[in-house]
């Protein structure tokens, strides 16, 4: 037996979902700590030589921030 879930869990269940607003500033911090922690992380898979891994985060995290950055209105 599956339950349902009380809520949506994607953000695309929501009926809104088209006319999302993002505060650019409020979204600001968190985006600046994921960007530092990226470049952790990808410094970290370099020196193990990872570099198919780098190319692959950077792809990914530049596409996620452009999404944010769009979108942000």
């Known amino acids: ?3 349902m879930p009380t809520s ?4 695309r269940q929501y009926s809104a979902w088209p006319l999302l607003t993002l505060d650019a500033a409020a979204l ?3 985006l ?8 952790r992380l990808l410094g970290l898979l370099g020196a ?3 570099e198919q891994a780098n190319v692959a ?3 990914v995290f530049g596409l996620a921030h452009q999404m944010l950055k769009t979108r942000a209105t």
């Open 28 to 30: 600001a911090p968190a």
């Open 32 to 39: 600046d700590q994921a960007w530092l922690e990226q470049g």
């Open 8 to 11: 949506p869990h994607y953000i």
């Open 1 to 3: 037996m599956r339950l």
């Open 48 to 50: 193990i030589g990872l």
């Open 57 to 59: 985060l950077v792809c």
